[in-house]
């Protein structure tokens, strides 16, 4: 055998220790079979030319035996001339494997596990696309702007601390220049986007605070408006000229104070922040398990012992922490509509509709396009491994983007979907599109309302309840016998689709609207048990203890009502299943809108406290972008490694935290480069 032989054979994968308890991705030396290559050589040894150098290409080979009824799943990493396709691959390896075979293999499928082969070659020869030549000069556009505002800002502040000092030496005969002076260091200090009596303030009617994710956002912003008419905020600076205006907008010195500030209004539902930021780490969590799995090679070992594990049912029914987010949008849509209907004294017509829309299309859909078109056109090019995707993550965002773009990307399959995680933006603002019929009502006409909402929600989950059972779909969950969490029909059918997971918004705007007459006096009923006290509404001790009994109940038997059915100690019928499968996203949504208009209200203890602690506000503002970038950074990671390895109790918890802080610091970056400089635009165009 020739030497150049050797570095493709050794690249090959092959089996490991474990096989029985799942080792069975064996990706080889990814690394080596890019560096081999076969060389002509003349009498002397010298070398002529290069023949040819190694490709990668990862494959499945799936057996089975109808005697023995054995199946199997091998994915491989196999190393090939690179003059080979994928297609040869495939072909060789599956007559090679069955000309070599000792043993009846039964019948041997050979599929590609990755679009194609991977070669050094192909991989020097790989040049910028246009849609990232595009995305680069976007990026760089906004780094400028970075750069400009942030110079522009530093600055006015050195200037307005130049002006404070000399102001501050003047004589006191020049009191009025002195005056004039300060006059000026405040209104240039206004100008660079601080203002310590209105930090975040936001006194126009202003839509993005129904955004559950991105309502904390709001403090976020660089523009203020004074109700007095005075000029305090970026307005000022229109004095400058406009390019000062929007450059100011990008200034990272005052847009990272804004993020970073745990101050919070005292009229701010402030225990939203920690609900927000508990809900996003759990959405980490579950994704954590969920990617990360395609590495361990113990996975045979680690179900059964997660499925006898109480404490794992948190992983398996962390799909509710998204149902939290739907209840948060839908408290905070009704809760800030209705404080500033009452602003406006109650007359509807006040309400500006187009802005209420656009200014939330806004909010949302700038930093999510530009995440989208990073994501498509650059992520391909950030790293390599034997699973990275060549021609980049999610080939469906090259064609089917514009669904995103309309949110309607949660009417199609997640197969045809771009950036699957998205389906909850989708779901999101199909909501907040039809929010007002129902918080219009509820101002008006509050027991229709509550009627409406309560009907809807009734309709959804009977419609669920029915066609889980004309479907036969059983209990949506992993490990639930039938396995609905993972299947591909189930996920499309009622996972993503608005009219199945309407009843948690719904469920949040009722808790809004009730939150909203509780701390605005309208229950007045002497037979009603509460009492005012330092401005919040005390409950009776008696509906306090029902109220949190109740949501324990509710939260915790969602969470883990179903460890004996996942442990397969006990099968739920068709009917009960559809029933839970109904029924089980309200009972946690009830749980979850008790513990907000408790905490709103007064009623929620140390619970009220912990959840309103000041660190949890800057987190809360990073959690949209965090939201959008965190599935990109684990599936990079993930895909990247080199090889598999055995997971113990403490594997996840270390990738957990890993992918927890990465995710909240990349978005604090993309938070200061798009959202926040977004915000302040928007603010800076309707001023």
């Not at 972008?625 to 599935?631: E, G, M, Q, S, T």
Request: a positive charge; aromatic letters at 12%; proline letters at 3%.
């Amino acid at each position: 055998m020739k030497g150049w032989a050797l570095p493709f054979i050794d690249s090959i994968g092959r089996p490991q220790a474990g096989l029985l308890n799942g080792a069975t991705t064996w990706l080889g030396s990814f690394d080596q079979c890019l560096a081999a290559g076969a060389n002509f050589t003349d009498e002397n040894g010298t070398v002529e030319s290069e023949q040819f150098s190694g490709a990668y290409c990862l494959l499945q080979l799936q057996s089975w035996s109808d005697k023995s009824k054995l199946k199997i799943l091998i994915t491989i990493g196999t190393c090939w001339p690179d003059s080979c396709s994928m297609r040869d691959a495939v072909n060789a390896t599956k007559h090679l494997a069955n000309f070599t075979s000792v043993v009846d293999v039964g019948r041997l499928d050979v599929r590609p596990a990755a679009p194609d082969c991977r070669s050094a070659a192909g991989a020097k020869t790989d040049s910028l696309e246009p849609g990232a030549i595009a995305m680069l000069a976007i990026l760089s556009l906004i780094a400028a702007c970075l750069i400009g505002g942030t110079g522009i800002d530093l600055y006015q502040r050195s200037r307005s601390r130049s002006a404070a000092a000399a102001a501050a030496k003047a004589p006191v005969q020049a009191s009025g220049s002195a005056s004039s002076a300060a006059a000026a260091v405040a209104a240039e200090a206004a100008a660079v986007g601080y203002n310590a009596d209105n930090n975040g303030a936001n006194n126009d009617f202003d839509s993005s605070e129904t955004a559950g994710d991105e309502e904390a956002l709001i403090a976020a912003t660089v523009i203020h408006r004074d109700n007095r008419g005075g000029g305090a905020g970026i307005g000022c600076c229109r004095c400058w000229g406009g390019l000062k205006s929007i450059l100011l907008c990008f200034s990272v010195r005052t847009n990272a104070a804004k993020l970073m500030d745990q101050r919070q209004a005292s009229s701010s539902l402030r225990c939203v922040n920690g609900i927000r930021f508990i809900s996003m780490s759990w959405v980490i969590l579950s994704h954590t398990y969920m990617v990360g799995l395609i590495n361990a090679s113990n996975l045979g070992q680690l179900v059964p012992q997660w499925l006898n594990d109480w404490t794992f049912q948190a992983v398996l029914n962390a799909t509710v922490s998204v149902d939290t987010f739907f209840v948060l949008s839908g408290l905070l849509a009704t809760y800030l509509f209705l404080r500033e209907l009452d602003r406006r004294g109650g007359q509807l017509k006040r309400i500006n509709w187009l802005r209420f829309y656009l200014h939330r299309y806004w909010r949302l859909t700038a930093p999510y396009m530009l995440v989208l078109g990073a994501y498509t056109t650059l992520a391909q090019y950030l790293y390599d491994g034997p699973r990275y995707p060549r021609n980049g993550f999610d080939a469906n965002c090259r064609t089917v983007w514009w669904r995103n773009l309309l949110y309607i990307n949660n009417f199609f399959s997640m197969r045809d979907m771009c950036m699957s995680w998205s389906w909850y933006l989708a779901n999101d603002m199909q909501f907040y599109a039809v929010s007002p019929l129902f918080m219009t009502l509820m101002a008006k006409r509050p027991a229709l309302g509550v009627a409406a909402a309560m009907l809807a929600i009734v309709a959804s989950s009977v419609s669920l309840g029915v066609y889980c059972t004309l479907a036969g779909i059983g209990v949506f969950g992993p490990g639930t016998g039938g396995e609905e969490m993972w299947n591909r029909d189930a996920l499309d059918s009622i996972y993503i689709r608005p009219w199945f997971r309407i009843g948690p918004y719904l469920v949040g705007s009722l808790a809004g609207m009730l939150t909203h007459r509780l701390l605005s006096a309208e229950l007045v009923d002497a037979r009603f048990p509460y009492r005012r006290q330092r401005g919040s509404l005390r409950l009776h001790w008696s509906v306090r203890l029902l109220g949190w009994a109740t949501a324990a109940v509710l939260c915790l038997s969602v969470l883990y009502g179903l460890f004996d059915v996942q442990r397969g100690l006990v099968v739920l019928s068709q009917p009960v299943a559809s029933l839970y499968n109904a029924t089980f996203r309200l009972a946690w949504s009830i749980g979850i809108a008790w513990v907000v208009v408790a905490c709103c209200t007064g009623n929620g203890g140390l619970v009220s406290e912990f959840l309103s602690a000041g660190i949890f506000a800057p987190l809360s503002r990073l959690s949209y972008c965090a939201y959008l970038l965190h599935p990109v950074i684990i599936v990079a990671m993930e895909t990247a490694r080199r090889d598999t390895f055995q997971w113990n109790s403490w594997t996840p918890v270390g990738n957990f935290l890993a992918y927890l802080a990465t995710s909240y610091g990349v978005a604090f970056g993309a938070s200061l480069a798009f959202e926040s400089p977004l915000i302040a635009l928007e603010r800076l165009a309707v001023e």
